[in-house]
């Protein structure tokens, strides 16, 4: 899905590590949010409160997710998951765009 229809955005940025990440939020009729943003070179720790599905739109990073020790590339068209009230890292190569998924515990 390349647009969305029929949405409410918050004006207001999230504006994480300095402004190196920044994301706004996308709240549907539905109840569900998302949030589109920005990821500058750097080396990153997340937190999660609800499952996530991270969209990778562009750029070249990897991920470390929880219980894993090996790190695994990701790049444009690709996503990944992270459970609920977990964290995982990140190392962006290039700057990234990216949709995050906010899921309701399963």
């Known amino acids: 899905m390349s647009e969305f229809t029929n949405v409410t955005v918050v004006k207001e940025a999230n504006v994480y590590f300095d402004g190196k990440v920044t994301s706004r939020t996308v709240l549907f ?24 599905i991270m969209e ?33 890292g990140i190392r962006i190569h290039t700057i990234t765009d990216y949709c995050c998924s906010y899921l309701d515990k399963e």
């Open 29 to 52: 009729a539905d109840g569900s949010k998302k949030t589109l943003g920005i990821m500058m070179p750097g080396e990153y720790e997340f937190g999660t409160e609800k499952k996530e």
């Open 56 to 88: 990778i739109i562009s750029g070249e990073l990897e991920i470390l997710l929880p219980g894993t020790r090996e790190w695994q590339k990701i790049s444009g068209g690709q996503s990944f998951e992270v459970e609920a009230n977990t964290q995982f």
